[in-house]
């Protein structure tokens, strides 16, 4: 079981910044792809980004590329969501994943564990 907590969320002007925390507890952390995703209402959920187990490689949608930075921290088993120069088009609730299986995907099929949401809301 993994179980993962994601906090930082809040209400910010456009061009801000905000950073997002997941914590993860269980042995698999450091074993597992972490993807972020977000959904808006009335739409679908939308994959943000994803980060490779060891975090050497990151994949980010085109509508967060150069502006959203994602790392993580295997030794404290959480991954952080760095998003700057926001725009009102990003607020959304952002969701927390984890893919045990440890593959690079965007599909939010494949991640096994979510966390709960944290909102994000950017004013213009």
């Known amino acids: 079981q993994v179980q993962l907590v994601e906090s930082g969320g809040g209400l910010v002007q456009a061009g801000g910044s905000l950073r997002l925390s997941c914590a993860a507890s269980g042995r698999t952390f450091s074993g597992s792809t972490m993807g972020w995703f977000r959904q808006a209402p009335g739409k679908e959920r939308e994959f943000v980004a994803f980060?490779?187990?060891?975090?050497?490689?990151?994949y980010y949608a085109d509508s967060v590329k150069g502006r959203f930075i994602l790392s993580r921290d295997n030794a404290k088993n959480t991954v952080y969501l760095q998003m700057n120069s926001l725009k009102p088009e990003d607020t959304a609730v952002y969701y927390c994943a984890a893919d045990t299986y440890g593959r690079s995907t965007s599909s939010h099929r494949l991640y096994n564990y979510w966390g709960q949401g944290t909102q994000v809301t950017v004013s213009s």
């Open positions: 980060i490779t187990r060891s975090g050497s490689n990151t």
